[in-house]
C-alpha cells in the first residue's frame, strides 16, 4: 500500500486564488511527522510547512496552511492569495517512528504540479 | 553559508562505465541521504546514513553504491550494474532531532547515458 497518496497529478489556479492539494497517508505508528516541499522547475527541493502527529493545531507558515485530520489520515496543503511563482511541484512526505538522534526518512508522494494562470 | 553542494549539476554515463556522484554538506548534520527523481515522479530512496562508516540501502539500492568517510560527504557510486541510471539526483542532510528536522537538499545532479 502507499504511505504518501496525492490523487491529484496536476491542479490550475488563478491568481489571487486559495488551493488545496490533497495528501493522504498510511501508518501504523503514532508518532509521526509531515511535510509539504515545493520543487521548481529548477529541481530544488524547498521546505514549505511541517505537521507533527502530537500537534493538536494546525500548522501555518505565511500564505501557507495544513488542514491535518489525524482520523482521516489526511494532510492536505492550503496556498493562500496564490502568486505565479508558485506554478511548481510540490510533494507530501512522511517520516515515521520519530525518534530522539535523527535519521529516519522521509517517504514522498508522487507529487502535484501546479500551475497559477493570471 | 551553509548548505549542501552537489557536484556536478549534469552528468553523462556511457555503457559499462560507473560513475560518482558528489555530495558535501558543511551544516554539521548526522544524517545523509541519496535520492531519485524520475520524470514527473517522486523521490524514491537510494541509500542513507545516519552516523559515519555506517549507512543503510534505501527502496530502490540495487546498482548503486555509496560511503561515508566523513561526516560531511556521502558520495553515490551509479554502478554499470544499474541499468537505467537516466533521472535526476538529489542529496539532502538532517541534524539528529526528535523527528520534526527537516531535511535540507542539495541541487540535484542530472545523470544521462550517452
Known amino acids: 500500500a502507499q504511505k504518501i497518496t496525492q490523487t491529484q497529478p496536476g491542479m490550475f489556479v488563478q491568481e489571487k486564488e486559495a488551493v488545496t492539494l490533497d495528501c493522504t497517508y498510511d501508518t501504523s505508528d503514532q508518532s509521526y511527522g509531515l511535510f509539504w516541499y515545493k520543487q521548481p522547475s529548477s529541481g530544488e527541493m524547498i521546505f514549505l510547512i511541517y505537521q507533527g502527529s502530537y500537534d493538536e493545531q494546525n500548522a501555518t507558515e505565511g500564505r501557507y496552511s495544513l488542514n491535518f485530520q489525524k482520523a482521516r489520515k489526511s494532510a492536505n496543503l492550503v496556498i493562500s492569495a496564490s502568486q505565479l511563482g508558485d506554478s511548481a511541484m510540490y510533494f507530501c512526505?512522511?517520516?515515521?517512528?520519530?525518534?530522539?538522534?535523527?535519521?529516519?526518512?522521509?517517504?514522498f508522494g508522487t507529487g502535484t504540479q501546479l500551475k497559477v494562470e493570471l | 553559508d551553509g548548505g549542501i553542494t552537489q557536484s556536478p549539476k549534469y552528468l553523462f554515463r556511457k555503457e559499462g562505465q560507473n560513475v560518482t556522484l558528489s555530495c558535501e554538506q558543511n551544516l554539521n548534520h548526522d544524517a545523509m541521504y541519496w535520492y531519485r527523481q524520475d520524470p514527473g515522479q517522486g523521490l524514491r530512496l537510494i541509500y542513507y546514513s545516519q552516523i559515519v562508516n555506517d549507512f543503510q540501502k534505501g527502496d530502490i539500492a540495487e546498482g548503486y553504491s555509496v560511503s561515508r568517510e566523513k561526516k560531511e560527504s556521502f558520495p553515490l557510486t551509479v554502478t554499470s550494474a544499474q541499468k537505467n541510471p537516466t533521472a535526476f539526483y538529489l542529496c539532502a542532510s538532517t541534524p539528529r532531532g526528535t523527528g520534526g528536522q527537516v531535511e535540507h537538499f542539495g541541487d540535484g545532479t542530472r545523470l544521462s547515458i550517452l
Open positions: 512526505a512522511m517520516r515515521e517512528g520519530l525518534i530522539t538522534g535523527g535519521g529516519n526518512k522521509l517517504t
